[in-house]
């Protein structure tokens, strides 16, 4: 009881990834949730072993053999029915949590879990090896930085040019894996200004390990000072790039060989 | 017995020119050129998308071929196929007793007996293998900067390291403790198919060499999951991992043929399913899933292998395949994978417990029914490896379910487990101890799972060192800690040399404290924000990472004192084992030492289930004085 207690005020608030975001946040409350259901049972079976190993043990070298003892239906029935329920009670809890907005993970081109209300689509573009960043309803601005408004409901759209890369935005509890041809969707509502670290997490070939950055969150004035002077740089190149689309296909890469 | 010394009649120079280890070695040198050369003519003939460079994956596949067939050639695992192919009779080979000496320790043997040890010592210096590139991995770790190793080496260190030890460890208990305990245990003289079983060691060995030629091709960068497309995009060494993984497939699904033949049809008279050992009902249950698990791996490879030579594009996007369904079926396979890792460590433990607690095991039929629960439904998880790969969105609620409800089976295990211990004589011996680790690790490795098992965690967790953690905690913690339990309870069986106790014992808490030191930082390092398989991170992870990194040199270190323990006991102090050290009460232990070549004099008959501890049992099984009531070579 203590033990869960000091999980969920102690501990709970620490636990990864932050608040980064209301996914992020609600990823905070699961992993919270989560470990305080684990912690009865950790004390529980704790005391079991210790009180076993220490009591049953055999003292000397006494021959004497234990009590043969082959079962037991109640105990059996209950530990059926009771670890029945918990996983009952984790597996519907888990879909609640992830039905609310997706819990941040890429859902894919046909999102089972949609968040109202107005979104700014942002496109992710992973390439061997660096991530670079569309924004179409700014006429398709693509920059190699990520910065993001503050307080306002992002809909990221996951693609790769070759290998399969994987989006994490660590402080906005995001992760979605970025596959060549494919859409895939992720939901985040972002809150106070702050820094975003950035890593691949699926490993997609040489320079793996260096394929990260920092992504900004800012201010809403601050988001249209930076996108107005993104469009200045980008006017030049506009033409070059082809049109904004949710999945590009490059020419097939194959080996030299 | 009437054993013809054929062999021993035979002068050294004809024992040469025979076919053994040393033939097989050329014949495959042979068979690996003529491979080379075949894959060269094709290329110069017919196909031309080699364009300038050296890269020839065709010859490569071709020189891997046709080496092994030369390998098998040189050590007789073809004559006997051949010669019935001819028209010849069946040889009664298996008949004689083998009079080799040591040498049939290093060529083809069809005693079980034989190949388990074979097993045992194969995969031994394999995975110290896959070890030392674990603690080079964690060398380059040190410095969150690069250290040491260049990124392309890294990754093949990581890979070599995860393929080798997934590969190898997958017959870790099967083949060396399957082979050879399988038959003492259900009362049987020797396995269904004792030359396939022979195979079935050749094959993974080969499978090895192959595995650790990669470095002469430049390495593969993909890990052990070699997802698609980065697989296409690797150079030569990417086929080393394919035919690696190819021979390790059929060799698991023909030991696992030969493992449910064995036990469905050799049973002693009296061993009814409900008398079968834990650890028999384990293998059977880990059997079951390589066969259906192992083919599908196999067949996945064969495509790889399709488009990287035939320009085939199952798995790539860009000409009408996906990604998507290599990682469907790479963890239709990977997932049933980790399973059958797990599932003969359950049974060991299972298995031990009940000995060194000296009480029957507790609740037999839910152990079993957890056994076959895990096993059928680790075919239905596969998707929780994929929650964020944008693959399949309204399916998580059903993963997420399914992968939960697999810890209920698992949890029978457990239940078992903390049953037989209650009221019991418990004797801290070392394989008690390994097995209590397993108990120890195998709770933590379970907990952190619920939090890959869920969605919304998952999200943060996948791909991170937490999940690295996770699967350490399972298979190192629960697999490989079994294993050792399984080497120091049988090993005095196998060899008839007992092990050095104090020795065993400075092992197993050197081990078990660095191991717990090295994974459960790991936990950490994850969850604040590290990715797997990477040569840098963040600089404010060193202190972890270089905690973690000097505990694996630990832990590393703790395999030295076993393998001195090894030395000293086999090799130096060799003192005679008791026939039966632990005082078991299961068939094996009631067999002399040495086993004798066909185990069991008279087929023994069997009148209770293995656990009668603290039970008045006159009836023991008792293979001398029993009846022979089924013919002789059952």
Same mark, same amino acid.
């Given at each position: 009881?203590?033990?869960?207690?000091?999980?969920?005020?102690?501990?709970?608030?620490?636990?990864?990834?932050?608040?980064?975001?209301?996914?992020?946040?609600?990823?905070?409350?699961?992993?919270?949730?989560?470990?305080?259901?684990?912690?009865?049972?950790?004390?529980?079976?704790?005391?079991?072993?210790?009180?076993?190993?220490?009591?049953?043990?055999?003292?000397?070298?006494?021959?004497?053999? @234990? =009590?043969?003892?082959?079962?037991?239906?109640?105990?059996?029935?209950?530990?059926?029915?009771?670890?029945?329920?918990?996983?009952?009670?984790?597996?519907?809890?888990?879909?609640?949590?992830?039905?609310? +907005?997706?819990?941040?993970?890429?859902?894919?081109?046909?999102?089972?879990?949609?968040?109202?209300?107005?979104?700014?689509?942002?496109?992710?573009?992973?390439?061997?090896?660096?991530?670079?960043?569309?924004?179409?309803?700014?006429?398709?601005?693509?920059?190699?930085?990520?910065?993001?408004?503050?307080?306002?409901?992002?809909?990221?759209?996951?693609? +790769?040019?070759?290998?399969?890369?994987?989006?994490?935005?660590?402080?906005?509890?995001?992760?979605? %894996?970025?596959?060549?041809?494919?859409?895939?969707?992720?939901?985040?509502?972002?809150?106070?200004?702050?820094? #975003?670290?950035?890593?691949?997490?699926?490993?997609?070939?040489?320079?793996?390990?260096?394929?990260?950055?920092?992504?900004?969150?800012?201010?809403?004035?601050?988001?249209?000072?930076?996108?107005?002077?993104?469009?200045?740089?980008?006017?030049?190149?506009?033409?070059?790039?082809?049109? !904004? $689309?949710?999945? !590009?296909?490059?020419?097939?890469?194959?080996?030299?060989? | 017995?009437?054993?013809?010394?054929?062999?021993?009649?035979?002068?050294?120079?004809?024992?040469?020119?025979?076919?053994?280890?040393?033939?097989?070695?050329?014949?495959?040198?042979?068979?690996?050129?003529?491979?080379?050369?075949?894959?060269?003519?094709?290329?110069?003939?017919?196909?031309?998308?080699?364009? %300038?460079?050296?890269?020839?994956?065709?010859?490569?596949?071709?020189?891997?071929?046709? @080496?092994?067939?030369?390998?098998?050639?040189?050590?007789?695992?073809?004559?006997?196929?051949?010669?019935?192919?001819?028209?010849?009779?069946?040889?009664?080979?298996?008949?004689?007793?083998?009079? $080799?000496?040591?040498?049939?320790?290093?060529?083809?043997?069809?005693?079980?007996?034989?190949?388990?040890?074979?097993?045992?010592?194969?995969?031994?210096?394999?995975?110290?293998?896959?070890?030392?590139?674990?603690?080079?991995?964690?060398?380059?770790?040190?410095?969150?900067?690069?250290?040491?190793?260049?990124?392309?080496?890294?990754?093949?260190?990581?890979?070599?390291?995860?393929?080798?030890?997934?590969?190898?460890?997958?017959?870790?208990?099967?083949?060396?403790?399957?082979? !050879?305990?399988?038959?003492?245990?259900?009362?049987?003289?020797?396995?269904?198919?004792?030359?396939?079983?022979?195979?079935?060691?050749?094959?993974?060995?080969?499978?090895?060499?192959?595995?650790?030629?990669?470095?002469?091709?430049?390495?593969?960068?993909?890990?052990?999951?070699?997802?698609?497309?980065?697989?296409?995009?690797?150079?030569?060494?990417?086929?080393?991992?394919?035919?690696?993984?190819?021979?390790?497939?059929?060799?698991?699904?023909?030991?696992?043929?030969?493992?449910?033949?064995? &036990?469905?049809?050799?049973?002693?008279?009296?061993?009814?399913?409900?008398?079968?050992?834990?650890?028999?009902?384990?293998?059977?249950?880990?059997?079951?899933?390589?066969?259906?698990?192992?083919?599908?791996? &196999?067949?996945?490879?064969?495509?790889?292998?399709?488009?990287?030579?035939?320009?085939?594009?199952?798995?790539?996007?860009?000409?009408?395949?996906?990604?998507?369904?290599?990682?469907?079926?790479?963890?239709?396979?990977?997932?049933?994978?980790?399973?059958?890792?797990?599932?003969?460590?359950?049974?060991? #433990?299972?298995?031990?417990?009940?000995?060194?607690?000296?009480?029957?095991?507790?609740?037999?039929?839910?152990?079993?029914?957890?056994?076959?629960?895990?096993?059928?439904?680790?075919?239905?998880?596969?998707?929780?490896?994929?929650?964020?790969?944008?693959?399949?969105?309204?399916?998580?609620?059903?993963?997420?379910?399914?992968?939960?409800?697999?810890?209920?089976?698992?949890?029978?295990?457990? &239940?078992?487990?903390?049953?037989?211990?209650?009221?019991?004589?418990?004797?801290?011996? =070392?394989?008690?101890?390994?097995?209590?680790?397993?108990?120890?690790?195998?709770?933590?490795?379970?907990?952190?799972? #619920?939090?890959?098992?869920?969605?919304?965690? %998952?999200?943060?967790?996948?791909?991170?060192?937490?999940? *690295?953690?996770?699967?350490?905690?399972?298979? *190192?913690?629960?697999?490989?800690?079994?294993?050792?339990?399984?080497?120091?309870?049988?090993?005095?069986?196998?060899?008839?040399?007992?092990?050095?106790? =104090?020795?065993?014992?400075?092992?197993?808490?050197?081990?078990?404290?660095?191991?717990?030191?090295?994974?459960?930082?790991?936990?950490?390092?994850?969850?604040?924000?590290?990715?797997?398989?990477?040569?840098?991170?963040?600089?404010?992870?060193?202190?972890?990472? %270089?905690?973690?990194?000097?505990?694996?040199?630990?832990?590393?270190? +703790?395999?030295?004192?076993?393998?001195?323990?090894?030395?000293?006991?086999?090799?130096?102090?060799?003192?005679?084992?008791?026939?039966?050290?632990?005082?078991?009460? +299961?068939?094996?232990?009631?067999?002399?030492?040495?086993?004798?070549?066909?185990?069991?004099? $008279?087929?023994?008959?069997?009148?209770?289930?293995?656990?009668?501890?603290?039970?008045?049992?006159?009836?023991?099984?008792?293979?001398?004085?029993?009846?022979?009531?089924?013919?002789?070579?059952?």
């Amino acid at each position: 009881m203590v033990a869960t207690l000091l999980v969920i005020f102690v501990l709970g608030p620490h636990l990864p990834p932050g608040k980064g975001s209301a996914q992020a946040a609600g990823q905070v409350t699961d992993n919270t949730v989560l470990t305080a259901i684990m912690t009865p049972i950790i004390c529980l079976i704790v005391v079991y072993f210790a009180y076993v190993l220490i009591v049953f043990r055999r003292r000397g070298d006494d021959t004497e053999e @234990g =009590v043969a003892i082959r079962g037991n239906p109640r105990v059996q029935t209950l530990w059926i029915a009771g670890t029945s329920a918990l996983v009952i009670f984790l597996a519907g809890y888990g879909t609640w949590a992830l039905l609310q +907005s997706g819990s941040g993970g890429g859902q894919g081109p046909a999102p089972i879990a949609v968040p109202r209300g107005p979104k700014l689509p942002v496109q992710v573009i992973a390439q061997q090896w660096q991530f670079t960043y569309r924004y179409p309803t700014f006429g398709g601005l693509e920059t190699s930085q990520l910065v993001l408004p503050a307080d306002r409901m992002i809909e990221f759209h996951v693609t +790769s040019l070759d290998a399969v890369h994987s989006f994490w935005a660590y402080g906005l509890g995001v992760k979605a %894996d970025a596959n060549l041809g494919t859409d895939n969707v992720v939901y985040v509502k972002t809150r106070a200004p702050r820094s #975003v670290d950035i890593h691949c997490a699926e490993l997609c070939g040489l320079w793996h390990g260096y394929m990260f950055d920092k992504g900004q969150i800012v201010s809403s004035p601050a988001f249209v000072a930076w996108i107005g002077q993104q469009q200045k740089v980008f006017r030049s190149i506009a033409k070059y790039m082809p049109p !904004y $689309r949710t999945s !590009y296909a490059p020419m097939p890469q194959r080996r030299a060989g | 017995m009437n054993a013809v010394a054929v062999h021993t009649s035979r002068s050294p120079v004809r024992r040469l020119l025979g076919f053994n280890l040393l033939s097989a070695v050329v014949l495959g040198a042979v068979g690996y050129y003529v491979g080379w050369w075949l894959g060269h003519q094709i290329h110069a003939t017919s196909l031309d998308y080699f364009g %300038d460079t050296s890269q020839n994956d065709v010859a490569l596949f071709l020189a891997y071929f046709v @080496g092994t067939i030369g390998f098998l050639g040189g050590l007789g695992l073809l004559n006997y196929p051949l010669s019935r192919m001819a028209g010849r009779p069946a040889s009664a080979d298996h008949h004689e007793e083998d009079h $080799r000496g040591w040498t049939r320790y290093i060529g083809f043997s069809t005693d079980h007996k034989v190949v388990g040890l074979q097993y045992l010592i194969g995969i031994g210096f394999f995975v110290f293998f896959g070890g030392i590139n674990a603690m080079l991995i964690r060398f380059e770790l040190l410095r969150p900067s690069p250290n040491v190793f260049p990124a392309g080496q890294y990754l093949t260190l990581v890979g070599l390291h995860g393929t080798m030890m997934m590969g190898m460890m997958t017959s870790g208990i099967l083949g060396p403790f399957g082979s !050879y305990f399988v038959p003492l245990m259900i009362g049987a003289r020797r396995l269904a198919f004792p030359r396939i079983e022979a195979l079935t060691f050749w094959l993974l060995m080969v499978a090895g060499v192959f595995l650790t030629s990669t470095v002469f091709y430049g390495g593969f960068p993909t890990g052990w999951t070699g997802y698609a497309p980065l697989d296409d995009q690797a150079n030569m060494g990417m086929d080393s991992y394919i035919v690696f993984f190819a021979l390790v497939g059929i060799s698991m699904t023909l030991l696992a043929f030969n493992m449910l033949a064995t &036990v469905i049809t050799m049973r002693a008279p009296g061993l009814s399913w409900g008398r079968l050992p834990i650890f028999v009902w384990s293998v059977v249950a880990t059997a079951v899933l390589n066969v259906l698990a192992a083919p599908v791996l &196999v067949t996945t490879l064969l495509l790889v292998l399709l488009d990287r030579t035939a320009q085939t594009g199952f798995f790539l996007s860009t000409q009408g395949g996906s990604q998507y369904l290599y990682e469907n079926l790479f963890w239709v396979f990977g997932h049933p994978e980790v399973y059958i890792l797990a599932l003969p460590g359950f049974g060991i #433990v299972l298995e031990l417990l009940p000995v060194f607690a000296r009480k029957p095991l507790w609740g037999y039929r839910l152990a079993v029914a957890g056994l076959l629960g895990v096993t059928l439904l680790s075919f239905t998880v596969w998707q929780h490896h994929l929650f964020v790969s944008g693959l399949n969105a309204s399916l998580r609620p059903f993963y997420m379910l399914s992968t939960e409800l697999i810890s209920i089976p698992t949890g029978f295990i457990f &239940v078992c487990a903390m049953g037989t211990l209650w009221r019991g004589k418990i004797r801290y011996d =070392v394989p008690m101890l390994f097995c209590l680790a397993w108990v120890f690790n195998f709770f933590i490795g379970g907990l952190s799972g #619920v939090f890959l098992s869920d969605v919304p965690s %998952d999200v943060t967790t996948h791909g991170s060192f937490f999940s *690295m953690a996770h699967f350490h905690y399972t298979i *190192m913690g629960g697999l490989v800690f079994t294993f050792f339990a399984a080497i120091y309870y049988w090993l005095p069986k196998m060899t008839g040399i007992q092990l050095n106790d =104090v020795l065993g014992k400075i092992h197993f808490w050197v081990m078990f404290i660095a191991f717990n030191s090295t994974f459960f930082p790991l936990f950490a390092v994850g969850f604040l924000g590290q990715p797997r398989r990477v040569v840098t991170y963040p600089a404010h992870l060193q202190f972890l990472n %270089d905690w973690v990194s000097v505990s694996a040199f630990v832990l590393g270190a +703790s395999m030295l004192v076993f393998v001195a323990n090894l030395v000293w006991s086999l090799v130096f102090a060799r003192i005679p084992a008791e026939a039966n050290p632990w005082e078991a009460k +299961s068939l094996e232990w009631q067999v002399p030492t040495p086993v004798p070549s066909y185990n069991f004099e $008279r087929i023994p008959v069997i009148d209770s289930d293995p656990y009668p501890y603290g039970e008045p049992a006159p009836q023991m099984p008792t293979p001398a004085l029993t009846p022979a009531v089924t013919p002789t070579g059952r």
